[in-house]
Protein backbone atom coordinates (compact mmCIF):
# COMPACT_ATOMS: atom_id res chain seq x y z
CA UNK A 1 0.00 0.00 0.00
CA UNK A 2 1.44 3.38 -1.19
CA UNK A 3 1.28 6.26 1.28
CA UNK A 4 1.11 9.71 0.19
CA UNK A 5 3.67 11.63 1.73
CA UNK A 6 1.54 15.24 1.91
CA UNK A 7 2.38 18.07 4.48
CA UNK A 8 -0.01 16.95 6.90
CA UNK A 9 1.79 13.47 7.35
CA UNK A 10 5.18 15.63 7.47
CA UNK A 11 3.59 17.70 10.23
CA UNK A 12 2.32 14.67 12.22
CA UNK A 13 5.68 12.76 11.76
CA UNK A 14 7.04 15.77 13.86
CA UNK A 15 4.24 15.93 15.86
CA UNK A 16 4.67 12.61 18.04
CA UNK A 17 8.20 12.40 19.01
CA UNK A 18 7.81 15.95 20.14
CA UNK A 19 4.93 15.30 21.66
CA UNK A 20 6.29 12.22 23.30
CA UNK A 21 8.83 14.30 24.55
CA UNK A 22 6.79 16.73 26.46
CA UNK A 23 4.62 14.66 27.85
CA UNK A 24 7.48 13.19 29.54
CA UNK A 25 8.72 16.13 31.14
CA UNK A 26 5.44 17.11 31.88
CA UNK A 27 4.86 14.00 33.91
CA UNK A 28 8.12 14.13 34.99
CA UNK A 29 7.47 17.93 36.59
CA UNK A 30 4.30 16.27 38.03
CA UNK A 31 5.90 13.58 39.62
CA UNK A 32 9.59 15.35 40.57
CA UNK A 33 7.51 17.94 42.24
CA UNK A 34 5.22 15.64 44.34
CA UNK A 35 8.48 13.50 45.65
CA UNK A 36 10.03 17.00 46.38
CA UNK A 37 6.65 18.05 48.26
CA UNK A 38 6.77 14.44 50.43
CA UNK A 39 4.81 12.11 48.11
CA UNK A 40 7.17 9.28 46.42
CA UNK A 41 3.95 7.46 44.85
CA UNK A 42 4.92 8.23 41.40
CA UNK A 43 9.14 7.64 42.06
CA UNK A 44 7.88 4.49 43.36
CA UNK A 45 6.23 3.30 40.09
CA UNK A 46 9.11 4.59 38.00
CA UNK A 47 7.29 7.65 37.29
CA UNK A 48 10.07 10.20 38.11
CA UNK A 49 12.17 9.41 35.09
CA UNK A 50 12.22 11.59 31.65
CA UNK A 51 12.19 8.22 29.36
CA UNK A 52 8.68 8.64 27.26
CA UNK A 53 8.52 4.72 27.32
CA UNK A 54 7.40 5.29 31.24
CA UNK A 55 4.62 7.76 30.51
CA UNK A 56 3.43 6.74 27.33
CA UNK A 57 0.04 5.34 27.50
CA UNK A 58 -0.50 2.48 24.26
CA UNK A 59 -4.12 4.05 23.63
CA UNK A 60 -4.40 7.48 24.84
CA UNK A 61 -0.54 8.40 23.34
CA UNK A 62 -0.58 6.17 20.58
CA UNK A 63 -3.73 4.46 19.10
CA UNK A 64 -5.61 8.21 19.79
CA UNK A 65 -3.05 9.93 17.87
CA UNK A 66 -3.35 7.98 14.80
CA UNK A 67 -6.79 7.33 14.56
CA UNK A 68 -7.33 11.18 14.88
CA UNK A 69 -4.77 11.69 12.36
CA UNK A 70 -6.60 9.20 9.44
CA UNK A 71 -10.19 10.44 10.44
CA UNK A 72 -8.96 14.18 10.48
CA UNK A 73 -10.49 14.66 14.30
CA UNK A 74 -8.59 17.21 16.17
CA UNK A 75 -5.12 15.74 16.85
CA UNK A 76 -5.56 14.84 20.88
CA UNK A 77 -3.63 12.48 23.02
CA UNK A 78 -2.70 11.80 26.33
CA UNK A 79 0.02 9.98 28.64
CA UNK A 80 -0.74 7.76 31.90
CA UNK A 81 -2.06 9.57 34.69
CA UNK A 82 0.99 10.27 37.43
CA UNK A 83 -0.13 9.34 40.73
CA UNK A 84 -0.48 11.23 43.39
CA UNK A 85 -1.24 10.55 46.82
CA UNK A 86 -2.56 14.03 48.70
CA UNK A 87 -2.03 12.79 52.14
CA UNK A 88 1.72 12.61 51.95
CA UNK A 89 1.44 17.04 51.64
CA UNK A 90 1.74 18.37 54.42
CA UNK A 91 -0.68 21.28 53.11
CA UNK A 92 -2.66 19.17 51.22
CA UNK A 93 -4.75 21.91 49.04
CA UNK A 94 -1.56 24.28 48.20
CA UNK A 95 1.21 21.20 47.73
CA UNK A 96 -1.59 19.60 45.41
CA UNK A 97 -2.38 22.94 43.56
CA UNK A 98 1.71 23.02 42.72
CA UNK A 99 1.94 19.51 41.84
CA UNK A 100 -0.98 19.98 39.22
CA UNK A 101 1.00 23.23 38.12
CA UNK A 102 4.11 21.83 37.74
CA UNK A 103 3.14 19.63 34.51
CA UNK A 104 2.02 23.19 32.25
CA UNK A 105 4.32 25.00 33.91
CA UNK A 106 7.18 22.54 32.47
CA UNK A 107 5.53 23.08 29.15
CA UNK A 108 5.85 26.46 29.07
CA UNK A 109 9.54 26.77 29.88
CA UNK A 110 9.88 24.25 27.17
CA UNK A 111 8.53 26.74 24.63
CA UNK A 112 10.89 29.03 26.12
CA UNK A 113 14.18 26.70 25.46
CA UNK A 114 12.51 26.28 21.98
CA UNK A 115 12.19 29.92 21.72
CA UNK A 116 16.00 30.30 22.61
CA UNK A 117 16.74 27.85 20.25
CA UNK A 118 14.74 29.89 17.39
CA UNK A 119 16.63 33.13 18.35
CA UNK A 120 20.14 31.18 17.77
CA UNK A 121 19.24 29.54 14.96
CA UNK A 122 17.41 32.96 13.13
CA UNK A 123 20.36 34.92 14.30
CA UNK A 124 23.29 32.52 13.28
CA UNK A 125 24.28 32.00 9.39
CA UNK A 126 24.99 28.33 8.95
CA UNK A 127 24.30 25.65 7.17
CA UNK A 128 22.48 23.86 9.65
CA UNK A 129 20.70 27.18 10.64
CA UNK A 130 19.45 27.70 7.05
CA UNK A 131 17.44 24.25 7.37
CA UNK A 132 14.08 24.80 6.41
CA UNK A 133 13.01 21.67 8.04
CA UNK A 134 14.66 21.97 11.30
CA UNK A 135 13.27 25.65 11.76
CA UNK A 136 9.82 23.88 11.37
CA UNK A 137 10.46 21.45 14.30
CA UNK A 138 11.80 23.96 16.77
CA UNK A 139 8.73 26.58 15.59
CA UNK A 140 6.42 23.05 16.14
CA UNK A 141 7.71 22.96 19.53
CA UNK A 142 6.70 26.24 20.38
CA UNK A 143 2.98 25.84 19.65
CA UNK A 144 2.93 22.45 20.73
CA UNK A 145 3.99 23.19 24.30
CA UNK A 146 2.07 26.41 25.05
CA UNK A 147 -1.04 24.58 23.37
CA UNK A 148 0.06 21.71 26.60
CA UNK A 149 0.26 24.54 29.31
CA UNK A 150 -3.11 26.35 28.36
CA UNK A 151 -4.82 23.21 27.32
CA UNK A 152 -3.89 21.29 30.63
CA UNK A 153 -4.80 24.77 32.80
CA UNK A 154 -8.40 24.19 31.62
CA UNK A 155 -10.76 23.62 34.55
CA UNK A 156 -11.88 21.00 32.97
CA UNK A 157 -11.48 17.56 34.43
CA UNK A 158 -9.13 15.42 34.10
CA UNK A 159 -7.01 18.09 33.26
CA UNK A 160 -4.40 19.65 35.68
CA UNK A 161 -6.66 22.83 36.09
CA UNK A 162 -9.89 21.20 37.32
CA UNK A 163 -7.07 19.93 40.26
CA UNK A 164 -5.81 23.87 41.04
CA UNK A 165 -9.74 25.27 40.65
CA UNK A 166 -10.30 22.39 43.82
CA UNK A 167 -7.60 22.93 45.80
CA UNK A 168 -8.46 26.58 45.54
CA UNK A 169 -12.04 26.02 46.00
CA UNK A 170 -12.51 23.23 48.01
CA UNK A 171 -15.97 22.04 48.74
CA UNK A 172 -18.42 19.74 47.56
CA UNK A 173 -19.53 20.91 44.44
CA UNK A 174 -16.03 21.00 43.15
CA UNK A 175 -15.08 17.68 44.58
CA UNK A 176 -18.37 16.56 42.39
CA UNK A 177 -16.47 18.33 39.65
CA UNK A 178 -13.81 16.89 40.06
CA UNK A 179 -15.23 13.24 40.20
CA UNK A 180 -16.81 13.52 36.77
CA UNK A 181 -14.39 11.03 35.46
CA UNK A 182 -15.37 9.92 31.96
CA UNK A 183 -18.01 12.92 31.49
CA UNK A 184 -15.07 14.63 31.84
CA UNK A 185 -13.51 13.48 28.51
CA UNK A 186 -17.15 14.28 26.88
CA UNK A 187 -17.07 18.11 27.93
CA UNK A 188 -13.15 18.50 25.96
CA UNK A 189 -14.99 16.91 23.37
CA UNK A 190 -17.90 19.01 23.29
CA UNK A 191 -15.70 22.11 24.03
CA UNK A 192 -13.25 21.16 21.29
CA UNK A 193 -16.46 21.42 18.61
CA UNK A 194 -17.51 24.10 20.10
CA UNK A 195 -17.37 27.69 19.48
CA UNK A 196 -15.03 28.05 22.08
CA UNK A 197 -12.04 26.48 20.80
CA UNK A 198 -12.26 28.92 18.35
CA UNK A 199 -11.40 31.64 20.60
CA UNK A 200 -8.64 28.91 22.58
CA UNK A 201 -7.18 28.48 19.59
CA UNK A 202 -6.46 31.85 19.25
CA UNK A 203 -5.14 32.72 22.46
CA UNK A 204 -2.88 29.84 22.03
CA UNK A 205 -1.88 31.93 18.19
CA UNK A 206 -1.51 35.02 20.74
CA UNK A 207 0.85 33.56 23.07
CA UNK A 208 3.24 31.81 20.53
CA UNK A 209 3.12 35.45 18.31
CA UNK A 210 4.48 36.88 21.45
CA UNK A 211 7.48 34.24 21.97
CA UNK A 212 7.79 34.51 18.06
CA UNK A 213 8.42 38.31 18.05
CA UNK A 214 12.08 37.46 20.23
CA UNK A 215 13.48 35.65 16.61
CA UNK A 216 12.91 39.42 15.26
CA UNK A 217 14.94 41.41 17.65
Known sequence: MDIEVTDRLISFLIFLPLFFVSLAIHDFAHAFTAFKYGDSTAKNE?????????HIDLFGSIIVPVMSFFSGF???????????DRRNFKNIYRDD??????GPLSNFLLALLFTFVLVILVNTSTELTKNNMLLSVVTYGIYLNIFLFLFNLLPIPPLDGSHIL??????????KYLGLGIYGGLILILFIYSPLWTYFSQLISFVVSLLLKFTQL
Open 97 to 102: AVVSFA
Open 166 to 175: FDMFPNKLTA
Open 74 to 84: ALIGWAKPVPV
Open 46 to 54: GRLTLNPIK
